[in-house]
């Protein structure tokens, strides 16, 4: 079993609908749960973290965590084309200080 | 505040040869980490960084080597390069302290090529 999972797509959605992001992880212990957003070419950039059970939001972006079963997902609201972009999950196992990544899922929004 | 900044950003080297890359963390943070990013296995880590000593290393052969300076400057190395060391490299920066509560924030990276 993979420390990081995610479909590697790509999820085509049409422009206005709301993508669903999906990363599963295997350490129990880990705390923390990152989402970058990569375009081609370029280096990963921030879009949210979340540490708790739950839902957090932030503008369009809503991340959700479910400890009990090992999941993390990113629902992003209102689809824009330049959402178009690899959506990377990360996360530190329990004591220590690095990221483990999700092979990352190709998101397509269509115009 | 300025951010993660990586030198060079494109390098072509040739196998056997040896390359040094160069990263300057954000102001403040005292943890520096290197991933290794290709089509295949996408992010890797390699090493990480804080106060000038590794705490973690990734699976990499000895050839992948790093350092952390004073002022958190971070530099890696990679001997006797092979075909398969072509890939992005990228830098991340975090305050360091947290954990792994610790949110890092990436360099533009360096693409290094080998032929």
Known sequence: ?111 | KAGVTQTPRYLIKTRGQQVTLSCSPISGHRSVSWYQQTPGQGLQFLFEYFSETQRNKGNFPGRFSGRQFSNSRSEMNVSTLELGDSALYLCASSLGDGGGTDTQYFGPGTRLTVL
């Open chain 1, 1 to 111: 079993q993979k420390e990081v999972e995610q479909n590697s797509g790509p999820l085509s959605v049409p422009e206005g609908a709301i993508a669903s992001l999906n990363c599963t992880y295997s350490d129990r212990g880990s705390q923390s749960f990152f989402w970058y957003r990569q375009y081609s070419g370029k280096s990963p950039e921030l879009i949210m973290f979340i540490y708790s059970n739950g839902d957090k939001e932030d503008g369009r972006f809503t991340a959700q965590l479910n400890k009990a079963s090992q999941y993390v997902s990113l629902l992003i609201r209102d689809s824009q084309p330049s959402d178009s972009a690899t959506y990377l999950c990360a996360v530190p196992p329990s004591g220590t200080y690095k990221y483990i990544f999700g092979t990352g899922t190709r998101l397509k929004v269509l115009a």
